[in-house]
């Protein structure tokens, strides 16, 4: 499985801006793919998953501010940020797991067997 992760940039305090994770294989519909971000001397933290069935996951920080969703037609999941804050600054990395896994599951990086490249996301104050 290869993952693309596309559409970051730089966008002022409470913009928008939207991810995007394309992911290769045949039944991404069954996957459960979630975002991460890691801002520079921070550590990788969880952002938001998503699992078959499109149930979600959010971290508190992000919840009401950001959306993810997925296009199985396309293999894709998208990251909707709203209201992006100087904070959410970061490198965002997508990242897959074949498995369909509760949500508390998908809050942890080792759930996760396959990584993207990162985009960055840079919000100025």
């Known amino acids: 499985v290869q993952l693309q992760a596309s559409g970051g940039g730089l966008v002022q305090a409470g913009g928008s801006q939207r991810l995007s994770c394309a992911a290769s294989g045949r039944t991404f519909s069954s996957y459960t793919v979630g975002w991460f971000r890691q801002a520079p001397g921070k550590e990788r933290e969880f952002v938001a998953g998503i699992r078959s069935g499109g149930i979600t996951s959010y971290a508190d920080f992000v919840k009401g501010r950001f959306t993810i969703s997925r296009d199985n037609a396309k293999n894709t999941v998208y990251l909707q940020m709203n209201s992006l804050k100087p904070e959410d600054t970061a490198v965002y990395y997508c990242?897959?797991?074949?498995?369909?896994?509760?949500?508390?599951?998908?809050?942890?990086?080792?759930?996760?067997?396959?990584w993207g490249q990162g985009t960055q996301v840079t919000v100025s104050s």
């Open positions: 990242a897959l797991s074949r498995g369909n896994w509760v949500t508390s599951a998908m809050r942890g990086a080792r759930t996760y067997e396959y």
